[in-house]
């Protein structure tokens, strides 16, 4: 029905920044990871967001149409523009021949910055869906 | 006159629609505050309105049975449109919702929603009015 067409959206963004929250939650934790399954440090992971836009066909005049249905995550990528870190730790048992171990290229205050970001985008978003809430409850009040 | 095919209701029953329509599209741009390239949507409808109502508008041909044909769209064919704001620009990532416009829009929206169903309830009142003979 067309008037939770308005949460459907809301919820859309609250998920994708709900994603976002667990790909940062996930580089914070692996900063310090130099094993991975594809061999070598850890590199920063991304959440990339889409629009969610959908063909749809208006049931009177027939005509073909693209309507926006919020946010959907497109893909999450790993960055590969962003150098490793390398530090000269010859102890390490990672290390290479002169000593050096390659460390993610997280950067921990570039995370929490996206953290905050993602917080106040879930944070707009919940307040969309209690003001769409509020408006369909005040509907209820038609005719009384 | 008809009750059900009241000007008054008509006209506020579009406007119903439209907030509703609204309240999508700020929802939406609020989902994609975080999205590369996403351009922000707008409703249009009170420009629609405007058009319909003005009787400047009507290219001089008057209505005076129903059966003749004017220019004008009729209140009935008037439809909430969304464009996409392509002209303005936020940041870097080519996105441009402003989170603080979308939060005074839903504000803005909210309020005329409840003005709306306020209105639509104080027409129905005088009909009851009307309908139990000025006892009530």
Known sequence: MRIFKAFEISTSGLTAEKLRMDTISSNIANSGTTRTEDGGAYKRKIAIFKENLHKEVDSHSGIRRIVSKGVK???????????????????????????????????????????????????????????????????????? | MKISNDMTIQLLNKALDASVKRQGAISNNIANVNTQNYKANRVIFEEELKKAILPKNNAGLMTTKSKHMSLSQGIRDIKPRVVKDTHTTMGLDGNNVDIDVENANLAANQLLYNALVTQINNKYRVLQHVISEGKK
């Open chain 1, 73 to 144: 995550v497109h893909s999450v990528i790993q960055d590969e523009e962003t150098p490793m870190k390398v530090v000269y730790n010859p102890s390490h048992p990672d290390a290479d021949n002169e000593g050096y171990v390659e460390m993610p290229n997280v950067n921990i205050l570039n995370e929490m910055v996206d953290m905050i970001a993602a917080t106040r985008a879930y944070e707009a978003n919940v307040t969309a869906l209690n003001a769409s809430k509020a408006m369909f409850v005040k509907a209820l009040e038609i005719g009384k």
